[in-house]
């Protein structure tokens, strides 16, 4: 079997290791090059117990997608038949208070990695089977009112840092399509959630708040919208746009569950009582509307009718099934949970991965 490198940045994050977990298994001709600067989000321990086999198609590289020298040796070495971009600084609230690093990472991390690629791409006399897919988010698309989804032709409209600089990087990669005729993909998705994520983030934060009958902080009046897509779900997505999405195009993916701030903290309060054998209700009276974030868009919500229709892709998984089976998880990885919040996950690295630069 002929076998592919794919290089994958920011494979040590939620979405990247999760994508890496699904890959790894359902290609075996794949062999997957992780670059990742293991940021406070990169933790290894989200890959530490792939299989034998699977690891031996998975190379972690400790590198920033900013270090153009390091992304032409990686380039060199593997020939990469195809690029997937997770790499980003990824948290709205961080992005208010530290916009720099997203300027840094986002924007220039993105072009940095879009010039060497292009390079490679024209010095193997540019194949057409080679695909740059970069991973980014609806935010672009500004808020909606009540009514009405995001397409893949909104105009962009970004309200934080964050995904200003998720606008301007994917803006990058469309023009590296257009002028230099570089085969790039685009990926809008909605708010995920499911195993490994960052406990900063509302779903895994308002877990761990619960468990340790901390105040669940709800911005505003709670009244926010989110579409929520099951990580899983999004990684079969990417999966069949990478290999079978049309060059230059957008294509937005969702989870089809529209659920408003408060509707989630009381979701997640009502089934972590179920577990726990607790009265309906104990944990609701943790909930504590707090100053709303500046800035705060009020709704996301997505039409995935086009990679319905071109590619065939919708979400298996229901919203409550998934919901439930996220909280599960938490509840029985306390100890990466705790590694996390410890700090202790910093040390994998030296722990467990030789770092070899290239
Ligand atoms: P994450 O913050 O969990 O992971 C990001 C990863 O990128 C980390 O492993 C980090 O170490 C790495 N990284 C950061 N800066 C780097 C750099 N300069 N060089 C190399 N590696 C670097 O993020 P995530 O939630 O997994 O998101 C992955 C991608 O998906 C991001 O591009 C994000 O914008 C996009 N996205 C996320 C969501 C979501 O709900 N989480 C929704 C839409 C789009
Ligand atoms: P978040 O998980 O930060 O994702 P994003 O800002 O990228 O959508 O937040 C999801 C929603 O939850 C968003 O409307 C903000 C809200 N939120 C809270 O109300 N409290 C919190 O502590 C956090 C982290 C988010």
Redesign the pocket.
């Known amino acids: 079997m002929q076998t592919k490198n794919i290089l994958i940045?920011?494979?040590?994050?939620?979405?990247?290791a999760n994508f890496i977990r699904a890959m790894l298994s359902l290609r075996p001709d794949y062999h997957l090059v992780n670059?990742?600067?293991?940021?406070y989000?990169?933790?290894l321990a989200n890959l530490a117990d792939l299989p034998q086999d699977q690891q031996q198609r998975h190379h972690f590289v400790h590198?920033?997608?900013?270090d153009g020298e390091l992304l032409a040796r990686l380039f060199k070495k593997y020939a990469f038949a195809g690029v997937i971009?997770?790499?980003?600084?990824?948290?709205v609230d961080r992005s208010i208070t530290e916009p720099q690093a997203f300027v840094?990472?986002?924007v220039g991390?993105t072009c940095t990695l879009l010039q060497v690629a292009l390079a490679a791409w024209n010095e193997q006399r540019r194949p057409m089977d080679f695909r740059f897919h970069h991973?980014?988010?609806?935010?672009v698309y500004g808020s909606l009112g009540a009514e009405g989804a995001f397409t893949e032709t909104t105009p962009y409209d970004p309200s934080s840092p964050y995904s200003a600089s998720?606008a301007a990087s994917d803006h990058f990669v469309r023009a590296y399509g257009r002028t230099y005729g570089l085969p790039v993909l685009i990926t809008n998705?909605?708010?995920?959630y499911g195993p490994y994520?960052?406990p900063e983030?509302l779903i895994p934060l308002v877990i761990d708040n619960i468990l340790a009958r901390k105040a669940l902080p709800v911005y505003g009046d709670g009244s926010n919208v989110r579409d929520w897509l099951y990580v899983l779900d999004h990684c079969q997505a990417l999966l069949q746009v990478f290999e079978k999405g049309r060059p230059g195009e957008t294509y937005n993916i969702g989870g089809g569950a529209e659920r408003t701030t408060l509707q989630i903290v009381k979701e997640l309060c009502r089934i972590i009582d179920a577990r726990q054998g607790k009265p309906a209700g104990t944990s609701e009276a943790l909930i504590t509307f707090v100053t709303d974030r500046p800035g705060h868009d009020f709704r996301y919500a997505i039409d995935a009718s086009k990679i319905k229709r071109e590619l065939g892709w919708q979400p298996e998984h229901s919203f409550s099934v998934a919901l439930e089976a996220t909280v599960d998880w938490y509840l029985c990885q306390q100890e990466w949970v705790e590694g996390v919040k410890s700090g202790e996950y910093r040390q994998w690295l030296e722990l467990n991965y030789e770092t070899r630069a290239c």
Do not use: M, Y
């Open positions: 940045t920011g494979g040590a994050g939620f979405i990247g670059l990742d600067a293991l940021t989000a990169g933790n590198g920033d997608i900013r971009h997770f790499a980003a600084e990824s948290h840094d990472t986002n991390g991973v980014s988010t609806d935010e998720k998705c909605s708010n995920n994520q960052f983030k």
